[in-house]
């Protein structure tokens, strides 16, 4: 079974950066998209940024000009560096692939922004 592995979560403090890495644990073929969410407490599951297969990108407004999502040299890896962290960016970061005819989820990594 397929399942996308996160990483790069932790504590940051204010003003400072990150980067998550996500990967499929086996692939055969290219996602049409992989995207980043993030989960805030007791608050739905919002896009952060996604990259598709053509590499075209969209940002949430309040991550746009401090972030970069970008996909990695192996199939099915994507990126996402964030700058500039505030504590309002702490929440639980979730990976997500979409190849069409299903779609799948990380197990979520937590960012901690805190001095």
């Known amino acids: 079974q397929v399942q996308l592995v996160e990483s790069g979560g932790g504590l940051v403090h204010p003003g400072g950066s990150l980067r998550l890495s996500c990967a499929a644990s086996?692939?055969?073929?290219?996602?049409?998209?992989m995207a980043w969410y993030r989960q805030f407490p007791g608050k739905q599951r919002d896009l952060v940024a996604s990259i598709t297969s053509d590499g075209a990108t969209n940002y949430a407004d309040s991550v746009r000009g401090r972030s970069a999502i970008s996909s990695g040299d192996a199939l099915n890896t994507v990126h996402l560096e964030m700058n500039s962290l505030k504590p309002e960016d702490t929440a639980v970061y979730y990976c997500?692939?979409?190849?069409?005819?299903?779609?799948?989820w990380g197990q979520g990594t937590q960012v901690t922004v805190s001095s």
């Open positions: 997500y692939a979409d190849w069409g005819v299903y779609n799948l």
């Open positions: 086996r692939s055969v073929y290219r996602a049409k998209a």
